[in-house]
């Protein structure tokens, strides 16, 4: 192996050519993006990223809200079965 190798970042696809005996990185090559976004691009963006965000947030006051009810179901199916089980609950001391 007497020749320097090139990478492609699989995030954003840069090329990157590295040398062979020390490692360095030697040059990269950034791809094209197709140019800069216009500014009505760019605030398109801003308002979908802010409308995710508040679907997002929506959603976890939602399971916030119902926390409480869902803690108390668990709760109680799991008495019930404690009940019909009628065995005696381990004790720590008799697993070693």
Do not use: W
Not at 9 to 30: M, Q
Not at 57 to 69: G, I, L, T
């Amino acid at each position: 192996m007497d020749e320097d190798f090139r990478v492609t970042c699989p995030c954003c696809n840069t090329k990157i050519l590295v040398d062979y005996k020390t490692g360095a990185v030697l040059s990269h090559e950034r791809p094209d993006d197709g140019g800069h976004k216009t500014f009505e691009q760019m605030v398109a963006d801003n308002t979908k990223r802010k409308k995710d965000a508040e679907d997002v947030f929506s959603q976890a006051v939602r399971e916030h809200e119902n926390r409480e009810e869902l803690l108390d179901k668990k709760f109680k199916e799991a008495f019930e079965r404690a009940e019909k089980d009628g065995s005696p609950p381990p004790h720590p001391f008799e697993y070693d």
